[in-house]
């Protein structure tokens, strides 16, 4: 299939490792130009230095200024923004009991703000233009809140209520938006997640692996691989009459339509 991302620009956050580097790998391999950030710097510009169009911007997502930097730095060396990869890392685990307001807000600023932002800073472009992709990395915390992940449960719902408020207010300037919920894919967040859950739980952080792919139906994580398939599909000009959903790709987690 043809997915009409050659010659485009897209904006991958979070892209120095897990789903960002792998997203990013993906949307280059199709032919698009990738503006690539995150805040390791050095590692950014390694993986920058092998995709064939790519530019390296280190930033904190959650800066307030980030944004507007890079869609100038876009602009400045391919032109304008097509596709906006929303990404960043996940807030700490934490119980709803033991949440302060603090890590509440703090959860908000990283996971709905930050990346609302970003939206703010790439959409009149898109919309003048009458074409544009918003893809959001989600989590199926979405739709089947997870025990220990208050900060994420909270604000990845508000950002994932927000986007779909969004969706039905540009669809008719060509511009789409939509957020992929990945399950357990086998990324060094999963397994700092393990680790943790291993903690307060008194088992090995292989234990808890294992107990979680007993409930996958797959029987196995996930890829990076496979996960960037589908945000590259949903970036592509195939996607075109996708809009306002929640695709998951969790190897039949969730049980749940």
């Not at 398939?229 to 075109?240: D, P």
């Amino acid at each position: 299939m043809d997915t009409g991302l050659a010659g485009r620009t897209a904006i991958v956050p979070g892209s120095s490792a897990g789903l960002g580097l792998a997203v990013a790998r993906a949307l280059a391999a199709e032919g698009a130009n990738v503006v690539m950030t995150a805040r390791r710097g050095d590692l950014l510009r390694r993986w920058a230095d092998e995709l064939p169009s790519a530019l390296a911007v280190p930033a904190d997502i959650a800066d307030p200024q980030t944004p507007a930097r890079l869609v100038a730095a876009a602009q400045e060396r391919f032109g304008a923004v097509d596709v906006c990869v929303l990404n960043g890392g996940g807030p700490r685990p934490q119980a709803a009991a033991e949440a302060t307001d603090a890590d509440l807000l703090a959860a908000i600023e990283t996971q709905l703000l930050a990346q609302q932002r970003l939206v703010a800073a790439v959409l009149p472009g898109m919309r003048e233009r009458g074409w544009g992709r918003v893809v959001a990395v989600g989590s199926t915390f979405v739709r089947q809140p997870a025990p220990d992940m208050v900060g994420s449960n909270t604000a990845r719902a508000a950002l994932a209520s927000y986007l779909k408020t969004l969706a039905a207010e540009v669809a008719a300037d060509g511009v789409t938006v939509n957020m992929v919920l990945p399950g357990r894919i086998d990324t060094d967040r999963v397994a700092a997640l393990d680790r943790a859950a291993a903690e307060r739980s008194g088992r090995t952080p292989e234990e808890v692996r294992a107990a979680a792919i007993a409930q996958i139906p797959a029987g196995r994580l996930g890829t990076p691989e496979e996960f960037a398939a589908v945000v590259t599909f949903l970036a592509s000009a195939g996607a075109s009459y996708v809009t306002g959903t929640r695709i998951s790709c969790d190897g039949g987690l969730l049980r749940a339509l």
